[in-house]
């Protein structure tokens, strides 16, 4: 397949301007978009169709042939979503006088729940860096990890790039910078503060390099940690615990809204401290918290 050309590659790159300057999206996200729109306007090119040509039927073949490559529903969507925007770009820059992917629907797809620890595994996972034999190097800043992500519900992004100019501990808060750059506060329990202070004054005052900056979590060069090295501590410290469920950082996220929402916390209020732009990304909780309800309707009503 050939590389892109004027005037596709024109069109993609001032879209791409446009999601970095007007909507602040983030490198990964924009990279996302770079791979999925390039394949398609590829396919456009190939095809011979110029931009101001491309037809809602254009757009059907394309999705189709994407689709018989065996993608999964989701990739899938991400692309017609890409699809959708740049074409929605193009009408409002009137390079287009029509919008041919205004009719184009996203695949159904299976709403997967997400995987979630009960409280007593929780506990179990919190309390494993204490019972590693001999006693890691890193305990404090492991410990400390994993209770910001449970106490917080924060992205693996945001907890590597956390700094600590933004602790508000005496507020009890977190300054968070998530997707987009966009700000929230975050309430912290004390079992949390408690680790990161501890972490803060014995071990990573001795971690600190030139590198360092204000970061607060640190690797043993002093550098902030990758999201791959949270990932594999937690999974580390589960296999610890005995926690036989595949997880993740993302589980403690995950699990955070749902006990959250068991104790009967707010909809709106979880959605404001996940940081999620609508109500619909928190809303998949709620079948969780559906089940809890049932579970304790069928155990405490008379007739349950």
């Known amino acids: 397949m050939n590389d892109l050309k004027a005037p596709y590659s024109i069109l993609l790159e001032s879209f791409l301007n446009h999601l970095s300057v007007e909507r602040n999206f983030s490198l990964n996200t924009r990279a996302s978009y770079r791979n999925d729109l390039s394949r398609y306007l590829l396919f456009m090119q190939d095809e011979n169709r110029a931009p ?20 999964e529903a989701s ?8 699809i959708r925007s740049l074409h929605k770009f193009l009408l409002a820059e009137r390079n287009l006088v029509t919008n041919p992917a205004e009719t184009i629907q996203q695949p159904k797809q299976a709403k997967n729940l997400p995987n979630v620890l009960s409280l007593h595994e929780v506990m179990q996972l919190l309390d494993a860096p204490l019972q590693e034999r001999p006693a890691g190097k890193f305990l404090l800043r492991d410990k400390a990890i994993l209770e910001f992500l449970y106490a917080a519900g924060v992205r693996v992004s ?41 972490y803060r004054n014995e071990l990573r005052i001795g971690l600190v390099a030139t590198e360092s900056h204000d970061v607060l ?3 043993a060069r002093g550098k902030k940690l990758s999201r791959m090295a949270i990932y594999l501590m937690v999974r580390k410290y589960a296999r610890l615990a005995g926690i036989r469920k595949e997880i993740s ?18 909809l709106r209020a979880v959605q404001e401290m996940l940081g999620h732009s ?27």
């Open 249 to 266: 950082p993302h589980t403690l996220r995950h699990t955070f809204a749902t006990h959250l929402l068991e104790g009967g916390a707010d």
């Open 158 to 198: 945001e907890l590597v790039n956390l700094q600590q100019q933004n602790l508000y501990f005496e507020a009890g808060f977190v300054r968070i910078f998530g997707k987009g750059s966009k700000e929230r506060l975050v309430p912290v329990g004390e079992a949390a503060i408690e680790w990161i202070t501890r």
């Open 52 to 71: 101001e040509g491309i037809e809602t039927g254009d757009i059907r073949r394309f999705i189709s042939e994407l689709h018989g490559t065996g993608l």
């Open 75 to 82: 990739t899938l969507a991400r692309n017609i979503s890409a």
């Open 217 to 219: 979590f640190l690797n």
């Open 278 to 304: 609508s109500i619909l990304a928190t809303q998949i909780y709620t079948h969780i918290d559906r089940s809890f309800i049932r579970e304790v309707h069928k155990t405490f009503h008379p007739r349950g």
